[in-house]
T-cell receptor
Framework: GAVVSQHPSRVICKSGTSVKIECRSLDFQATTMFWYRQFPKQSLMLMATSNEGSKATYEQGVEKDKFLINHASLTLSTLTVTSAHPEDSSFYIC?????????????FGPGTRLTVL | RKEVEQDPGPFNVPEGATVAFNCTYSNSASQSFFWYRQDCRKEPKLLMSVYSSGNEDGRFTAQLNRASQYISLLIRDSKLSDSATYLCARDSWGKLQFGAGTQVVVTP
């Protein structure tokens, strides 16, 4: 299977700081990556679709100025949580899309656990 | 109504037994569905895809009932290592919509 990495795996920061999370597809190219957020005992909620070379598309209710996404290459997308607050504490997971025959397969990164104090 | 709904469980299953649970979806136009397994504090891992009436992979069988708009997952001969949360997802124009997951606990 394809491998997707995320860095960092865990981050603790003070309220008001910005945090950058990297998502890399290690052995395939990904024109499309997705960013999800998961609160405890809840489902993964899609935040945005990251498209290489163009602007990300955000889901309803997700502030694009707060969650900055950059997809500068076919193997790297970054999510920056700006001016983080305690309510942003969550498990952030990316996935990378690899075209695979009849359907697009998504491969998930290991996730980043953000704690904002 | 949520797009994808699951019984949160937990389903407590004796080792070796069979367990089955459903996932209902609201959009009848949905074509592709997936079952993922998620262990505590980890990312989801694809278990199987469901495109037509069903799919089978070893001890795992998924079935799609379009008339009633649900997919099911059946686990035979449960192992302790099957303990996890099982997420169903539907493909919506290339995006995945997830249910909140069904927790399965296999006991010795």
């Amino acid at each position: 299977g394809a491998v997707v990495s995320q860095h960092p795996s865990r981050v603790i920061c003070k309220s008001g700081t910005s945090v950058k999370i990297e998502c890399r597809s290690l052995d395939f190219q990904a024109t499309t990556m997705f960013w999800y957020r998961q609160f405890p005992k809840q489902s993964l909620m899609l935040m945005a679709t990251s498209n290489e070379g163009s602007k990300a598309t955000y889901e309803q209710g997700v502030e694009k100025d707060k969650f900055l996404i950059n997809h500068a290459s076919l193997t790297l997308s970054t999510l920056t949580v700006t001016s983080a607050h305690p309510e942003d504490s969550s498990f952030y997971i990316c996935s990378a899309n690899r075209d695979s025959g009849a359907y697009n397969e998504q491969f998930f990164g290991p996730g980043t656990r953000l704690t904002v104090l | 109504r949520k797009e994808v709904e699951q019984d949160p469980g937990p389903f407590n299953v004796p080792e070796g037994a069979t367990v089955a649970f459903n996932c209902t979806y609201s959009n009848s136009a949905s074509q592709s569905f997936f079952w993922y397994r998620q262990d505590c504090r980890k990312e989801p891992k694809l278990l199987m895809s469901v495109y037509s009436s069903g799919n089978e992979d070893g001890r795992f069988t998924a079935q799609l009932n379009r008339a009633s708009q649900y997919i099911s997952l059946l686990i035979r001969d449960s192992k302790l290592s099957d303990s996890a949360t099982y997420l169903c997802a539907r493909d919506s124009w290339g995006k995945l919509q997830f249910g909140a997951g069904t927790q399965v606990v296999v006991t010795p």
